[in-house]
């Protein structure tokens, strides 16, 4: 069964880092764009970053660029984000994602909690 | 970025109605290959998303043939041919033609 498991999140302070994982299976990762989604508390979907199949390629919306940094590890089947200089506008549950077919998205993890906070 | 609006925002619907979501970008999701890369997601309270529609009307397996996706260009719909219990939920539309891919603000459909 496709399968991707999202794990990492939790409760810091502002300015402080955290590292979300994503482990894949059933989904032939390797052969795949990934990314990571994120929906703040009561709001929509907001992209985050997106990386290409063998890494070398990666995409930041403005507001986490040189924050954030997006990898992959494929002979893990896993994705991370690294979340550095956290902010309290970036408390959300953050979702990964199969880009299987281009410009979409069709797995979705079940999601990580992260709460920034004082 | 591209931004995406969907209208309405809520929709009260009753059981075995249609119901019709739009959504518009403000510029064209045609991509250079000539594919135009609109999807449309549900999203249940507490869920991750689920695609139904890719590529503006290819529907996902699994996806009832209630839902249907149309559209060209910067002008684009979500129809659902006869609402049913399960259908609840908020529905978002999303263009992967431009990076950053940016999302509709979703709208609502509850049974009245």
């Known amino acids: 069964e496709a399968q991707l498991v999202e794990s990492g999140g939790g409760l810091v302070q502002p300015g402080e880092s955290l590292r979300l994982s994503c482990a894949a299976s059933?989904?032939?990762?390797?052969?795949?764009?990934m990314g990571w989604v994120r929906q703040a508390p009561g709001k929509g979907l907001a992209w985050v970053a997106t990386?290409?199949?063998?890494?070398?390629?990666?995409y930041y919306v403005d507001s986490v660029k040189g924050r954030f940094t997006i990898s992959r590890d494929n002979a893990k089947n896993s994705l991370y984000l690294q979340m550095n200089s956290l902010r309290v506008e970036d408390m959300a549950v953050y979702f990964c994602?199969?880009?299987?077919?281009?410009?979409?998205?069709?797995?979705w993890g079940q999601g990580s909690l992260v709460i920034v906070s004082s | 970025e591209v931004v995406m609006t969907q209208s309405p925002l809520s929709l009260p619907v009753t059981l075995g109605q249609p119901v019709s979501i739009s959504c518009r970008s403000r510029?064209?999701?045609?991509?250079?290959?000539?594919?135009?890369?609109l999807n449309w997601f549900h999203q249940r309270p507490g869920q991750s998303p689920r695609r139904l529609i890719y590529?503006?009307?290819d529907r996902d397996s699994g996806v009832p043939d209630r839902f249907s996706g149309s559209g060209s260009g910067i002008d684009f719909t979500l129809k659902i041919s006869r609402v049913e219990a399960e259908d609840v939920g908020i529905y978002y539309c999303?263009?992967?033609?431009?990076?950053?891919?940016?999302f509709g603000q979703g709208t609502k459909v509850e049974i009245k």
């Open positions: 994602g199969r880009a299987g077919t281009p410009g979409s998205v069709d797995y």
């Open positions: 059933g989904l032939n990762f390797s052969s795949n764009w």
């Open positions: 990386i290409n199949n063998d890494g070398k390629e990666t």
């Open positions: 510029q064209s999701l045609v991509s250079r290959e000539g594919k135009t890369y």
């Open positions: 590529e503006i009307s």
């Open positions: 999303m263009q992967g033609t431009h990076w950053p891919w940016t």
